[in-house]
């Protein structure tokens, strides 16, 4: 078969799971049937010049002459567009990770976009992007810069899925050749220097093979890790290394499936979603705060929200989960499922049981009950897992741990993430956590009961050997409490060392004296004081500390 067309179709091709043909040219993209006829076209203001990628929830995606990001639904009907400022003929293709963001120079920038069409962020190099970048399996983006007609250098760029440059590496000539990634990690190019490079992960040089011509192909690999390019004097090379094949990466290897160059669009599947608290006085009536659907690859995010009345003790605790997010990568689910996720932790104490101690104070604790599209309901006792060795990700924001938590810096190592198993204890396997200067995450490829524990160390509130040089008083501990709770309270040093005079009181929410805990003088130290609430009712309270001309408040939560 073939199919005739007014201009010339001068990029790569892709194809769907369904046989769907995607090319695109200088002014139109179209979608062709494995029979060789027209599915649909779509005409543009510019020439697409690069090559048509399929993302997550059948998007095909292209870029145009006059700076225009454009992403098709399967169907032909354009979705959105970002102007990516403007282009350099040449680009071959964007990128595309495993959340389904996706990545593409535009002159001497680099977009990163999200699926739905906003921008996330944009890296300036120091010259012109001359290749489609690849994308590793931590997520480090690397592309090739360079121009012959500017003496500003060539180099190959890792960028940190943050937007950061991570590391580049300086060739004698353009880089035209699309970097490879193999299974060790090992990046491959080429450079019109005649030379074919092998870069450590960490941006050093492993080797380089020289040629007699410049290397203007991009390299493919096999899984006994012979390797072939080829150069501008029409020499196939063969090479043999030591990476058995493709990384297990997003870009160019979509899905974990070695049939394919990443533009091969894999089934996605679609997640409906109901967030709800518990109704403490019938457990069979939760009550939904927010539902949704999505697809892998996008994000459930929590939003602000106020709690209903009789849950109104709890508004700090769910303050702490706004803006937390839940992420399921492309490729992820065997099926489409909806989730039921429970936030438990509202109709307990906030005191949880630890692995390795029981003074903790529990930051999150979440049934997930999962329906699956074919198989019905899963049950909480058991495990519900993730494809392959996909991980969903719970990302919440460390302000909100230091908010909650009445603290100016985190101690990593009291983060405590643990799956509930079968309520009889608590299960590390197929969980992880990382830390960076925005969120704490849990990584977990299999679903059941998710707890967050903070281990409070008397070191977290106050260096007790230390005379401290401003006053403090600090968030109570544990919080919510039942029955009694702890107070810690700083008095500063003076040019005298004098003693002052010291209240710290106790008020219920209108604002009535409640207890005295402290009504003394002291000298300059840190202290510690118990409050027991066995006699009083459920519900907020606050503690105020006066001292010379120093006043603060805090609230506390609780709940017999």
């Known amino acids: 078969m ?58 095909v995606i292209s870029n145009s002459t006059y700076g225009g990001l454009l992403a098709f639904l399967y169907d032909g009907n354009l979705k959105w567009t970002q102007n990516t400022k403007q282009n350099v003929w040449g680009n071959p293709s964007a990128a595309i990770d495993f959340f389904g963001n996706i990545y593409i120079g535009s002159a001497d920038i680099l977009f990163a976009i999200n699926p739905n069409g906003t921008k996330k962020w944009e890296f300036n190099s120091i010259t012109y992007i001359k290749t489609a970048p690849s994308i590793g399996n931590d997520g480090t983006v690397y592309f090739g810069v360079g121009n012959a007609e500017y003496a500003i250098g060539y180099f190959l760029y890792a960028i940190t899925p943050e937007g950061t440059e991570k590391w580049k590496f300086s060739t004698k000539g353009e880089i035209n ?12 190019f080429g450079s019109n220097d005649k030379n074919f490079y092998a870069l450590n992960p960490d941006g050093t040089l492993k080797w380089k093979f020289l040629t007699n011509e410049p290397i203007a192909s991009s390299p493919t690999i096999q899984n006994d890790g012979t390797i072939y390019f080829g150069c501008t004097d029409g020499i196939l090379y063969a090479i043999s290394t030591n990476s058995k094949g493709l990384a297990d990466s997003p870009w160019p290897k979509a899905n974990k499936d070695i049939r394919n160059s990443g533009n091969a669009v894999n089934a996605v599947n679609k997640i409906n979603y109901h967030v709800s608290l518990p109704n403490c006085e019938n457990s069979d009536d939760p009550i939904e705060i927010f539902s949704g659907n999505i697809y ?40 489409n499922i909806t989730l039921n996720l429970n936030l438990n932790l509202f109709c307990e104490t906030g005191i949880g049981d630890n692995p390795t101690t029981d003074e903790i104070i529990e930051l999150l604790s979440m049934y997930i009950q999962v329906i699956r599209d074919t198989s019905g309901v899963h049950d909480l006792s058991d495990y519900y897992y993730l494809k392959d060795k996909f991980e969903a990700a719970i990302k919440i924001p460390l302000a909100n741990i230091k908010n909650l938590l009445g603290l100016t810096e985190i101690n990593n190592a009291n983060l405590l993430s643990y799956l509930n198993k079968n309520e009889n204890g608590f299960d590390l396997e197929g969980m992880r956590s990382e830390v960076d200067s925005l969120f704490f995450t849990i990584y977990t490829n299999q679903l059941s009961s998710i707890n967050l524990d903070y281990k409070l160390n ?28 702890k107070i810690k309270y700083s008095i500063p040093i003076n040019e005298k060392s004098e003693t002052r005079n010291v209240k710290l009181i106790v008020y ?30 459920s519900g907020i309270y606050f503690y105020r500390i006066q001292c010379s001309d120093f006043t603060e408040t805090k609230k506390m939560f609780f709940i017999k």
């Open 177 to 188: 050749s699309i970097p490879l990634i193999g299974e060790d990690g090992t990046i491959y």
């Open 458 to 485: 008397l070191t977290d509130i106050a260096d007790i050997n230390k005379i401290p040089e401003e006053y403090a008083l600090y968030q109570n501990y544990p919080n919510p409490f039942n029955p009694s709770t």
């Open 2 to 59: 073939k199919i005739s067309n007014s201009d010339n179709f001068n990029n790569f091709l892709s194809v769907g799971n369904d046989g769907t043909i995607f090319l695109s040219n200088s002014g139109q993209i179209v979608a062709v049937n494995p029979d060789g006829t027209k599915k649909w076209e779509n005409f543009t203001n510019g020439g697409l010049n690069s090559s048509p990628v399929i993302g997550i929830d059948g998007l």
């Open 296 to 335: 892998e690859g996008n994000k459930i995010e929590f939003p602000e929200y106020t709690l209903p009345s009789e849950l109104s003790v709890f508004q700090n605790f769910y303050n702490f989960l706004t803006g937390l997010e839940i992420i399921f990568p492309v490729g992820s689910l065997k099926e």
């Open 508 to 537: 219920d929410v209108l604002g009535k004296e409640i207890e005295t805990l402290v009504n003394e003088t002291k000298s300059p130290g840190n202290y510690e004081v118990t409050f027991d609430a066995s006699n009083l009712s």
